[in-house]
């Protein structure tokens, strides 16, 4: 190595080649900001590993679970910027009993020691306590950045703290959290003076609101680019904060239309007209939502925005056909749309007919009983698939559907990412041929060769499973409900999915046999979820024995069983790998084996 | 493998049951809450929730406890419960909109308003001329509406076409089942306080 000659300098002095060979990679690293390929990058050798950590700013930890905050704060040293994600996604469904745990208190408690320099901070599926909030406002001085996903646990107390503490806050962003009512006005507690906020979201939040203060507060937020109130605003009041904030690219509206218990002094009519004024002079507007407990008639005062929208979230609106008809005619650059399934067939073909960019799809149900036929069906299905080719990412509830719908799609929309379809009608077969729905999805996984997240439903036979073993060479998550006839349709996955990270699964007969064939896959994936399925507690004591670096978790919903202490059957395996041991905090009614 | 339904009728599993709920809540571990929420819109058809909703309800503070007309699967389908407690109207009642058809005379084809919108008679009148195009006049109780050639006229409960603004809104709102516009001599006829 003596041939090296040292050429550069720093500060006068010659630098060694090792410390020229850290600098050369640094400058490397600044263009590889993507987790997995610095997790690569860590894995060469020691030194490589020892850059990568002291140049990392932000970290992205999928399962609050498979590392300790001590671990993370002892590996990378600068970090800026945490994302943090706790309960698998099946909670959101009830199949999570509460206090399960991912309690945030643990991390704050180390990060707060670690990283005064923290500035963002986002949170997805974890128990946010008022305390945790006032470490988070207490201790990260420069703090910028807040959003907290699906989490529950703080109240208005909580964001006033954050809100009059953090005088750097750009970005303050709650999506469906449950924040509970402490009759705080958090929003008067920002202080006075110009803001630096860039995004503030609450429609989440289900209190009433100072709407002086924030009127007052948008106001001297020049820089103010996104806005999503609650409901407890009113049109009215909308429109004062529309003509305040022309500025705005992304507006959730909050009640769409007037409140009852506000004395809302224009005509109905007049109050149309001065919403529309100001939805036209928003000329940046691209996105679009909220649209709450809406009037009907104070829909078309959206038109003069459409034609620049990009984005419209109508999935809370409870509106008819023609009237959605009349909005989506005028929106035609959209890219993303959720609405729900009241817009029917009808609506469907209308998106499809003027939506030509659209990428992202998602319909949700008005009616969530389990029936025979229902407003959107595979004819709805069709002509999305026929209409909008550059679909990426698609979610559809209905009540039936046929393989043939499907099949169009896999063949129509071949940059399909996201495939997740949800028959409401368990066990349903194609409606038109009576077969099950696996040639469909066979056809999804076959030909749509960028797809990453699948989810299926309708009737389905262990063939269904042996597609998607067989073609779903890129698949990461995959959810299953009442689907598969034998532990081959597990297997099928586990043996032919290498990619596979998420896998969940209720209520499908997959027992111990296909439990044990993906012994190979499980430390690398970051979870695998069963409910309700056909395992042991013999089954999976087999695997965490097995298996180092794994976490097998079980809970029975009836402790006290009606089988008694015979009952081997498992209600709820959540298996997870993790670099810890199992974690302390686990309620009594967990079982870590 | 049969999914368990946590919400079977009539039986109470209290004692061993898990239930669902925020941390500290006792109240859920008393009862069995079921909620009905009918839709805004539709005749309504009840969508139920189950007990995990009870966090969500109690806060609300509106959930009723009625008996589950069918057993539901716990988590199915996979909506998020902050997407389910959304729909509910915030008021009592089940119907949102009082839509009635508008006629005019000449026009060819008829439209339909939602009356819940309007704040009263002069709301509604202001909305029907900027829709027709056209200009009603005022209403003056002796002599109907003057300073047009138009009247505003419904038909009520028992059949009978009747001026627009002799009766209090609210009952004007629950009486009425359709709108006509009369144009020309009828609408004089009308309007000759009789």
Known sequence: ?593 | MESINIQEEGLNLKATELRLGLPGRDETEKETIFSFKNNKRAAPKSTEDNESEANSDAKHGDHEAAPAAKAQIVGWPPIRSYRKNNFPPKKAEAEFGIYVKVSMDGAPYLRKIDLKVYNGYADLLRALESMFKLSIGYYSEREGYKGSEYAPTYEDKDGDWMLVGDVPWDMFMSSCKRLRIMKGSEARGLGCGV
């Not at chain 1, 910028?144 to 962003?173: D, N, P, W, Y």
Request: charged content about 20%; glycine content about 6%; some cysteine.
């Open chain 1, 1 to 593: 190595m003596s041939d090296l000659t040292p050429t550069t300098l720093r500060n006068n002095v010659p630098l060694s080649p090792d410390e020229v060979l850290e600098i050369a990679l640094e400058s490397v690293l600044e263009f590889l900001p993507c987790q997995r390929d610095r997790n690569a990058f860590s894995l060469v050798n020691k030194s490589w590993n020892r850059i990568e950590a002291e140049t990392r700013f932000e970290v992205v930890i999928g399962n609050c679970y498979s590392i300790s905050p001590q671990r993370v704060v002892n590996r990378f040293k600068a970090i800026k910027s945490v994302v943090l994600k706790g309960k698998p996604r099946f909670a959101d469904f009830s199949l999570l009993p509460p206090d399960w745990g991912a309690r945030f208190s643990p991390w704050v408690v180390v990060l707060s020691g670690a990283y005064r320099g923290l500035e963002k901070l986002c949170l997805k599926r974890m128990y946010v306590s008022n305390d945790d909030l006032v470490v988070v406002a207490n201790t990260f001085v420069g703090f910028k950045e807040i959003r907290l996903v699906c989490c529950e646990g703080f109240g208005t107390s909580g964001l006033a703290v954050l809100a009059g503490k953090c005088r750097q806050l750009r970005v303050l962003e709650l999506i469906e959290d449950e924040v509970a009512d402490d009759e705080e006005d958090w929003i008067s507690f920002f202080p006075g003076g110009a803001t630096c906020l860039e995004s503030l979201m609450f429609d989440c939040v289900e209190c009433p609101l100072n709407f002086n203060a924030l009127e007052k507060l948008v106001a001297r937020s020049p820089s103010l680019k996104k806005l999503r109130v609650n409901r407890y605003v009113s049109l009215g009041q909308l429109r004062h904060l529309m003509i305040i904030a022309p500025q705005l690219t992304h507006l959730g509206t909050g009640s769409y239309g007037p409140l009852e218990d506000l004395e809302d002094p224009l005509p109905a009519n007049e109050l149309r007209d001065h919403v529309s004024s100001a939805f036209a002079a928003s000329k940046s507007l691209v996105c679009l939502s909220g649209f709450r407990e809406i009037v009907p008639y104070f829909l078309p005062a959206v038109y003069p925005v459409c034609a620049n929208l990009t984005s419209l979230n109508l999935s809370y609106a409870n509106i008819l056909v023609e009237e959605f008809k009349q909005v989506i005619s005028h929106c035609h650059k959209l890219q993303i749309l959720w609405v729900l399934d009241l817009i029917s067939d009808g609506g469907l073909v209308a998106v499809a007919a003027t939506c030509k960019d659209l990428q992202e799809l998602r319909v949700f149900p008005m009616d969530t009983i389990e029936d025979n036929a229902g407003p959107v069906s595979d004819v709805g299905l069709h002509a999305i698939a026929e209409g909008c080719k550059k679909l990426q990412s698609i979610l559809f509830f209905c009540q039936q559907m046929t393989n043939a719908a499907v099949i169009s799609m896999s063949i129509n929309c071949p940059d399909l990412i996201v495939f997740r379809l949800c028959i409401i009608g368990r066990y349903r077969p194609d409606h038109s041929t009576g077969e099950p729905m696996d040639e469909g999805f066979g056809a999804i996984v076959k030909n749509c060769k960028k797809l990453t997240r699948l989810a299926v439903s309708g009737l389905l036979t262990d063939r269904a499973f042996s597609y998607i073993g067989q073609y779903g060479k890129l698949l990461r998550t995959l959810s299953v409900a009442f689907a598969g006839d034998s532990d081959m349709g597990l297997t099928y996955v586990l043996e032919g999915c290498p990619k596979l990270e998420k896998l969940e699964i209720r209520d499908s007969p997959f027992g111990d046999i296909a439990l044990r064939s993906g012994m190979h896959q499980y430390h690398n994936m970051r979870f695998l979820w069963m409910s309700t399925c056909k395992v042991t507690r013999q089954g999976c004591r087999e695997i965490a024995r097995q298996i180092p670096g794994v976490i097998v978790e079980i809970f029975n919903w009836n402790q006290v069983g009606e089988e008694g202490e015979n009952s081997d059957l498992v209600d709820t395996l959540y298996m997870y790998r993790s670099l810890e041991g199992p974690r302390a905090d686990a309620p009594r009614f967990v079982n870590i084996l």
